[in-house]
Structures are given as structure tokens and as C-alpha cells.
């Protein structure tokens, strides 16, 4: 048996794939919710009933893709660039701090709209700084990234820890550890009234257009590409591995840092050490389910939000724990790289 | 400042760095063995979560603490097996494979531990190992409870750090790992099967690194609850390359990192007026440190990451 290079991809196949191997996730995930003692049919429908039964529901699943969306372009431009950063989590939170430091005091008085931008660029340049020492280290001494950006997202997290229970404490949040919030003029405005979604949806799915742009319509998204392909290649066609990598992290740790002063400013005001239930892991899945593809981080973002928003729903209805959303994501990330692997290869015997 | 020293005298300090170093040296073993074999096995975080989980898990369930341990390996050697189907005839990449395997290994663990356990305020205990002081060396001043006096699956991790030392350098079966993870076509040249000696190196890698993980519930702790391996799978794979794939310098390296671990905890109550999450930070932004230092001496091995197929080049 052996794996051979199909010349083209057939489109039913490319299109099919994804879906299959998403069903193939559901059918695999239904055999540990038949553990649990649950009818697997019926906790898929309390899961779906849970993420799109009602206006609440709708509004609460879109509100928790707006951060995968960004965090999932973050591993989708780097990943296209065979650069791991899988440190996302870290980066969202130094995003989502900049935010509050910012956005505390400095920018109040500011005209709104003004104040908001000033506080979004701030958190996607904490993200973006977060990636510079990794990517150095990567093409300076070859250290991998991977661990690197891993190993900073704990510090961070850490970090987090120190100012909000340092310098950025809330003293009137009667001794819980949080940080100060930001200005009540420079929050997110809402896109339905009385729900947390807020328009931050709409930046993200802004961010993964201009990202689709740049991937496929400028000369650095064609580097990228020719980057990721093959580095030996590319550095014999001119491009520069380096600068290439270092222009890709920026712009890979400035999603993740967008995300988390999206986060900040569109739901709590404040941050805290759970500000993020793992958004930054959760989007390399949300970048592999769409095949690193812009456009596709889209709709693998609201598939990941609805498997999250529906799972409490599911465990309510039937008693599962609420960790199945994890699991559903994390064994569609592997069906999803199987099928993948089938739509570029065929089996010859 | 003085007071920062003595500490240093202590043999409880020494004995906490056997101890803490003890998961370190079984995982950043497991991934040795997956790399000398031409895999990078980036599920380690998970398969130790998992191991901790099953070996509690059984223990919890009425089985001994010998079974949980085995447990643990049995499960770490099956999602070995799953990585290494992905990774090696497949030739999936190993760096996405293996983060999809660290997601799932965890997940799952936490999804089957609150399946079958009934968490209240606080996380059910069972009895885990205890120190086994060896008759008569466990008396030697200072050495003897530092050396002599710890828990069972510490000796094991120490033995298998020679034993694996051992087999990769003199055995014949060490030496087919080695070409695996150097040139997989002169294995092939040999008349053996390079894919399946990857398959084996990655089965036999993950499930010492079950067994890290299961040392932290059936030893160090006595529970298990969400996110306990806290990066130490991490930190392992940060410890090959520090030791340049070597199983020797792997255990140095473990200790050296175990020893910065146990000192900034004594350190915290010592020294006043720093946060303590500074002292957290130190045993992560010290892996970065190290991996840079040494990054430049350590070859890995020359097929690394790079899938074997029969006639391609």
C-alpha cells in the first residue's frame, strides 16, 4: 500500500471532505455520549437546539466564534508560513491586557470611536511583540517555536496574574482578582441590544477578508505560500525566509492580540486569569478544520461555537460532561486532517 | 541572603528535586526515544494527562498502584500508536498531529474522569505510593534520605534512563532506532521495516511518558483534576534538545530544571517584596534560556520530521 499525489483535486472531494470528516467526529464523539448513558441523536439535538434554538442562543454562539475567528486566523497565516505558533492564548491575553491598560484611563476623553481604535491597535501590538523573541529565536538559532510559544503562554498567564493582583488591581472588585476596567465610553458597542454580541463579530469576519486579500492577492501572502511549501524552494526563488517569518508572526501575534482586546472591550470590561476558556488552542483546530483557508476560518470558528455553546446545553439535557465540546473538536481536528490527507493523496496497492 | 544559601544544605530540597524531577526524566525519555526514531511526538502533554489520569483512575477503581502504573503505559502506548499512524505511514505533519493528540488525550481524560468520578468540593484522593526507604541506606546522613527514600516509580524512571541509554548505544534493536530517526533507507537497505520501527520507538516513548504523567497522581499527589501536568510535556520536549538527544544528559538536564522548580518554592518564603508569580515563571522562561544556549551545539537527528516512504527521496 502506498500514498500517491493526486495531479488535481477533484471539487466534490475537496467539498465532501470536510463534512465527512466532521460526520465521522460526531459518530466517533457519539460513542462516549452513549458511555455517559445518553442517546447520542437526542444530545445532538439539544446541542443544536442549545446553539441555534433561540435569539439568546444565536447571538451567544456568534458571540463566542468572534474570538475563534481571530484566534483561528492567527494559526491559519502562520501555520501557512510552516510557523507553530501555537502560543495564541498567550498573545490573546497580552492583547486583552494592553487593552485595559489603555483603555482604563489613558484614552479616556478621546472621541469613542477613536479611543476604541487606539485600544485595538494597542492589543495587536502586545500580541504582535509577543511573537518577536520566538520568530528570532527561530531564525537566528533554529530554536523551534513551537515550544517556545508554548512555554510563553504560561508565563503570560502568569504575568496576568501579577498585574491584576499588582499594578492594574480593581480595588473595588472587593478583593477578587481582576483588573481595572475599562472606560464604560470605550466598550464595544453592542449589534443586539440586551445579548453579548457585540460588534467585534464584525471586525473579525473584517480581519479574516483582509487576511484572505493579503494570502491570496499580494506578493507577501505569495511568499508566505512559497514559504510553507517549500523554504528550500522559496529561498532559491529570492524570497527571504526570515523576513518573511518576522512580517508572518507580526501578523499572526497581532489576531491573537486583536482577539483578546476584542474580548475585553466587546463582553467583561476587565480582565481576568479566565478571560479566555482557551481560545488560542482552540484555534489552531479552528485553522486546521478549515485547511488554513481565510474564508474557511469562518465557518470552522461558528462550528467550534456552536459544539462549545451547545455542549452546556447537551450536558443539561442529558447529563454529559460538559467537556464533550472538547473532545467533538479535538477528534474532528484529527478526522479532519485524515480526510485531508485523501483529498491530495490517493491509495495505491 | 544567607538564608537563601542554607537552604541549599537541605536534604529535603534535595530529595524534592528527585522527586519533581522524576515525571521530567519519563517524559523527556519517551520523547527521546520518538525523535531518535525520526518522530516528534508534540502529543506528550496530552499522553501524560492521560497517563495521570488512567493511573489514578484504576487505582481509584480498586485495582494497586503497580496496575495503575501499567494502565497508564497500556493507554500512552495506544495513543502512541495512534500518533504514530497519523505521523509515520500516513506522513501526516507531526506537529499538527501531535497537537491534535495532545487536544484529545486531554480532553478525553477529562471528559472520562468526570464520567466515571463524582466531584464535590474537593477532588477524591486515594492512597498513593509511599516513600520506600532501602534498609540500611536510608540512614546515611543526608544522602540517605535524599537518595534512598523516595517512592518506587522514581527508582523506575533512574533505571530506565540507563536502560534506555544502554539499549540505543550497544543493542542491535538501539541501533535500528537510530538509523530510523538518521537514514530510514539505510533500514531499509538492512531488510528491515523503517515504518515499524518508528511505529514501536513512538508506542514504547509514549507510554513512558503515560507513566510520567500516571507519577504525578499515584505519587506526588494523591488526585486528579483539569490542567495538573501544567506544560511539563512541554518542558520535556524543551529537555531532548537541551540534552542533545542524549539519555544521560536528559536526566541532568530534568534535574537541573527540577532543582530551579524546588528552589524558587523554598525561595517564595525567603525572599520578600516579589511577586510570587516571578518565581512561577522562572522553570518556563529558563526552558526558553536553555533551549537557546544549547541549540546550536545539539544535532537532532538528520530524518527528523521527515515521513519515510519506500522509493521517494
Known amino acids: 500500500m502506498r500514498l500517491e499525489r493526486r495531479a488535481d483535486v477533484p471539487l466534490a472531494l475537496a467539498a465532501t471532505a470536510p463534512l465527512g470528516a466532521i460526520l465521522a467526529a460526531l459518530a466517533l464523539s457519539g460513542v462516549l455520549i452513549a458511555a455517559a448513558g445518553a442517546n447520542p441523536l437526542e444530545a445532538y439535538a439539544a446541542m443544536l437546539h442549545g446553539a441555534f434554538g433561540s435569539r439568546l442562543a444565536i ?38 491586557l494592553a487593552a485595559v491598560w489603555l483603555g482604563h484611563s489613558a484614552l479616556v476623553g478621546l472621541p469613542p470611536a477613536l479611543g476604541i481604535l487606539v485600544m485595538m491597535l494597542a492589543g495587536m501590538a502586545a500580541g504582535a511583540a509577543l511573537l518577536i523573541g520566538p520568530v528570532i529565536l527561530r531564525v537566528r538559532f533554529g530554536v523551534d517555536e513551537v515550544v517556545t510559544t508554548l512555554l510563553l503562554n504560561f ?3 502568569l504575568f496576568v496574574g501579577m498585574m491584576i493582583e499588582g499594578p492594574l488591581r480593581d480595588p ?41 486579500v493579503i494570502a491570496a492577492r499580494t506578493v507577501f501572502g505569495m511568499r508566505t505560500r512559497a514559504a510553507g511549501l517549500s523554504p528550500r524552494a522559496a529561498a532559491f526563488a529570492g524570497v527571504s525566509l526570515p523576513r518573511t517569518l518576522v512580517g508572518v508572526g507580526l501578523l499572526s501575534g497581532a489576531l491573537a492580540g486583536l482577539a483578546g482586546a476584542i474580548e475585553v472591550a466587546g463582553l467583561k470590561g476587565y480582565v481576568t486569569t479566565d478571560l479566555s476558556p482557551g481560545y488560542g488552542y482552540a484555534g489552531i483546530v479552528v485553522a486546521m478544520l478549515a485547511a488554513l483557508n481565510p474564508i474557511g476560518v469562518v465557518a470552522s470558528a461558528l462550528f467550534v461555537a456552536v459544539a462549545f455553546v451547545g455542549a452546556d446545553a447537551m450536558s443539561r439535557a442529558v447529563g454529559t460532561p460538559s467537556f464533550i465540546a472538547d473532545v467533538i473538536v479535538s477528534v474532528s481536528l484529527l478526522t479532519m486532517l485524515v480526510a485531508l490527507l485523501f483529498t491530495s493523496y490517493r491509495i495505491r496497492r | 541572603m544567607s538564608e537563601a544559601l542554607e537552604i541549599l544544605g537541605t536534604a529535603s530540597l534535595w530529595a524534592a528535586v528527585l522527586r519533581i524531577a522524576t515525571p521530567l526524566i519519563l517524559g523527556a525519555l519517551g520523547a527521546l526515544i520518538c525523535e531518535r526514531a525520526g518522530v516528534l ?22 485495582a494497586d498502584l503497580w496496575t495503575g502504573i501499567a494502565a497508564a503505559a497500556f493507554f500512552g502506548a495506544l495513543f502512541g500508536l495512534l500518533h504514530a499512524m497519523l505521523t509515520v505511514p500516513l506522513g501526516l505533519s507531526q506537529h499538527v498531529a501531535g497537537l491534535g493528540i495532545t487536544l484529545f488525550a486531554s480532553s478525553l481524560s477529562y471528559y472520562v474522569y468526570r464520567l466515571v468520578v463524582d466531584v464535590g468540593a474537593s477532588p ?10 532501602i534498609a540500611g541506606l536510608s540512614d546515611i546522613p543526608f544522602l540517605g534520605p535524599v537518595l534512598f527514600a523516595q ?21 542491535p534493536l538501539g541501533l535500528a532506532v537510530r538509523m530510523a530517526g538518521e537514514n530510514p533507507h539505510a533500514v531499509e537497505a538492512q531488510g528491515l521495516d523503517p515504518n515499524a520501527i518508528r511505529t514501536g520507538a513512538v508506542m514504547v516513548g509514549s507510554a513512558l511518558m503515560a507513566v510520567g504523567g500516571a507519577f504525578l497522581t499515584t505519587a506526588a499527589f494523591n488526585s486528579f483534576f483539569p490542567h495538573m501536568v501544567q506544560g511539563r510535556g512541554w518542558i520535556c520536549i524543551a529537555l531532548v534538545v537541551f540534552a542533545a538527544w542524549r539519555p544521560g544528559k536528559a536526566l541532568l538536564g530534568a534535574l537541573l530544571f527540577a532543582f530551579f522548580d524546588a528552589y524558587q ?48 527521496r
Open chain 2, 151 to 171: 517512592t518506587a516509580p522514581t527508582y523506575l524512571a533512574l533505571a530506565a534512563v540507563a536502560i534506555t541509554a544502554y539499549v540505543l548505544a550497544r543493542t
Open chain 2, 41 to 62: 511526538n508534540l502529543g506528550i502533554e496530552g499522553i501524560m494527562t492521560l497517563g495521570a489520569m488512567v493511573g489514578w483512575l484504576t487505582v481509584f477503581l480498586g
Open chain 1, 59 to 96: 447571538t451567544e454562539t456568534l458571540a463566542r466564534a468572534t474570538p475563534l475567528i481571530l484566534t483561528g486566523l492567527a494559526a491559519a497565516v502562520a501555520f501557512r508560513a510552516r510557523l507553530w505558533n501555537i502560543g495564541g492564548e498567550g498573545q490573546l491575553y497580552m492583547g486583552a
Open chain 1, 155 to 157: 508565563v503570560v498567564i
Open chain 2, 265 to 312: 518554592l523554598r525561595l517564595q518564603h525567603v525572599v520578600q517584596g516579589l511577586p510570587y508569580q516571578v518565581f512561577l515563571m522562572a522553570p518556563y522562561l529558563l526552558s526558553i534560556l536553555a533551549l537557546v544556549l544549547v541549540s546550536r551545539r545539539g544535532r537532532a537527528p538528520e530524518a527528523l520530521m521527515t515521513p519515510y516512504r519506500r522509493g521517494e
Open chain 2, 124 to 133: 477524591p484522593t486515594i492512597e498513593p505510593f509511599r516513600p520506600l526507604a
Open chain 1, 172 to 212: 473595588l472588585a472587593f478583593g477578587w482578582p481582576q483588573s481595572v476596567p475599562v472606560d464604560d465610553g470605550l466598550l464595544l458597542p453592542k449589534l443586539v441590544e440586551r445579548t453579548r454580541l457585540h460588534i467585534g463579530l464584525l471586525v473579525a469576519a473584517g480581519a479574516a477578508l483582509v487576511v484572505w
